[in-house]
């Protein structure tokens, strides 16, 4: 056994640094949480995209948590549609009917997140927009945030939060749209492209 001498400030090694908790991904995530859209719904879009931090570095085990509307504008009141397994108690994921606006992704190895939705309705003078939650090792408050998408150029240049906006500022919200109705939005934690977030009070 090795001994240290910690009589002097100069003797004493460096402690590795550890990262701050909590670890989101070990318990929250569940079967079919990006699944929101019901199974086989005409309007189901796609949402995906990264998150990654100031330098850039995909987070693996975040947790991207979103809310929309239908494509009415409504907010959903469906209770929950999670099924549990009646021997187990366990999670057996989505019943595939209910649209409840909700779901919860986990981002994989590479950063990546990837969703099932409906496209959201107008609601007042926004532009359709869905809401974001983030959680993330490092991060002791979640962070908000929202995705806007685009298509319709005259809602956006009208939503009360996108006009406060720099052009720069307002891209960081405003998903790109891909083929076959996927739609790509990344979020960056901070440093250049950092995603605008929002306070709520």
């Known amino acids: 056994m090795t001994r240290i001498d910690t009589s002097t400030p100069a003797d004493v090694p460096p402690t590795p640094s550890h990262t701050v908790g909590p670890f989101y991904g070990y318990a929250l ?3 079919g949480g990006g ?34 509307p239908d494509p009415d504008g409504a907010l959903p009141t469906t209770d ?4 549990r397994d009646p021997a187990s108690g366990g999670f057996l994921g ?3 009917v209910e649209f409840t606006g909700w779901g919860r992704v986990q981002t994989d190895a590479d950063g990546h997140w990837v969703a ?35 298509g319709d150029e ?11 906006l720099d052009g720069a500022r307002r891209d960081t ?3 790109r749209a891909e083929r076959d109705g996927a739609h790509r939005f990344d979020i960056r934690l901070q440093g250049e492209g950092e995603t605008v977030f929002l306070e709520f009070r």
């Open 173 to 175: 919200l405003i998903a």
């Open 154 to 164: 005259a809602a956006l240049a009208a939503d009360p939060l996108l006009s406060r």
């Open 80 to 83: 929950g549609s999670m099924r």
């Open 29 to 31: 995530p569940f079967p």
């Open 116 to 150: 099932r939705t409906l496209r959201p309705g107008a609601r007042g003078r926004s532009a359709p927009y869905l809401s974001v939650c983030l959680f993330a090792r490092g991060l002791l408050v979640h962070l908000f945030t929202r995705i806007y998408l685009p």
């Open 35 to 68: 699944d929101i859209a019901p199974a086989g719904h005409p309007d189901t879009i796609t949402v995906h995209g990264r998150v990654t931090d100031g330098a850039g570095a995909p987070l693996p085990d975040a947790i991207v948590e979103l809310w929309g």
């Open 94 to 96: 989505r019943n595939g």
